[in-house]
């Protein structure tokens, strides 16, 4: 969620001047010949007759939109810089007005107003921000942050500016510029919570979940009412598995929200993550009570029904989550391993089909499909598919793991040992990974460092009965019979120790 703010000035544009476009009729515009008839009677004397007009055109507004030549026959009759600047920021003021009462939803309405507003006032800082703002929910982010930039020139203490220019510079990408800006807009504007908010978001974005939750916390004494804080800040506990703060966020959100059915489903997800599935699950049920159609909720009922071993009620669950949204990746993917732990390897397959039709940039989905051409004994499309994911997300261990466990399978031991080496460069307290990679350095007759990776597999998982029998048949091979029979001896006890 992002909180973008806008400047409303319709009302202190309606009381300053009369709308071009629908004037009160007891105040007429001034028109282009009144002004230059009473610029040239000078009845008052020249300076007088100047803020005469100045003072008409803020109550009445002026009927004429002025151009080039229409400023200069008004300089000429002796408008001063002040009356055309009047002029200007009445013609200004009056289209943000129509701008401001364009449907919420018609972006094009309201750009088109502030363009035509900045056309007659270039240096209005308020405009730029509110078509910066309009721009931004179009999606033209380039465009918000060009107009950010300008107002901020301006007005360089406008603290919505550097927080609107933050959320524009956040959609691009830009996190640092973004912080940057949150930082900023903070310290000019301390007491404004949304800031605070913005800047949480970033940094729970950014996985810095201590710094978004000092943040949400700021936001909430600021704000103490509001649902949002409570729910994200939540989220935030939910991912470093702190539970019981979670659950009290959440709960504090649903007290502030009674009859809202997410923070119910916001709450079910910390009950099922901490293993509570029976809570979680009734407040699965009320969220579904409170909404029929939300998708969310039969989705996570059918994720903890699939964690409690009930295939078929979370697959219930999950083909009533796909059809109310039929379009999220998430619910196919998830129904998907429902099919697998099933057998169903022709469904799961579908599904994981989908998702990746649905969303070709989620490496899950391909790691997803890899797995059942693995299971298949399918290798080709297989490693391509793990290969997808690895390109998505070069940090997927799970994937270079089970690439590498292929290339071991077909013996290409040059990709295989590559693939164990960036899992081990990933997650360096990989016990599986050091068995594997010895297992190469087995096959390849590099015996020394077998020994290496299987010992140190032995440090990370010493129940790891695997790497114990390896490192068994290594020392039989040189020889080395009296460690060959230790090794053989703790292996089986760990073998048997471990056996269902």
Known sequence: MIRSICHSLALIAFLLCTFIFGQSPQAQPLTLDEMKAALVAR???LPTTNLILKKQIEEKGVGFEIDAAIER???????????????????CNALFAKAEA????????QIDYYNRALYFHPSDSDVLINRGYASHESGDFVAAIADYTKAIEISPKDADAFGNRANSYRKIGDLKQALKDYEQAISLAPKDGDHYFNRGMLRFDSKEFDLAISDLTKYISLKPTDVDGYTNRGEAYLEKQQYELALKDFTVAISLAVKKSAAYVDRGRAYSAKNDFDRAIRDFDTAIELDAKNAYAFHNRGYTRFQKKELDLALQDYNRSIEIDPESAGRYLDRGEVFLAQLDQVKALKDF???VELAPKNALAYYYRAQVFA???????????????????????????ERGDIYIDIEDYENALKDFNKVIEIDPKNSGAFTNRGLIYVRTDDFAKAISDFTTAIKLDPNNDTAYGNRAAVYDALGETAKAAADNKKAEQLEKKLKP
């Open 43 to 45: 009845k008052a004397g």
């Open 73 to 91: 026959d008004l300089r000429d009759a002796g408008a001063t810089d002040a009356l055309i600047a009047a002029i200007r920021e009445s013609l």
């Open 102 to 109: 364009c449907k919420k939803e018609d972006l094009k309405c």
């Open 353 to 355: 089909d989908k998702a």
């Open 375 to 401: 299971e298949k004994k399918d290798y080709e499309p297989a490693i391509v598919n793990f290969s997808k994911a690895i390109e998505l997300d070069p940090n997927d261990a799970d994937s270079f793991y």
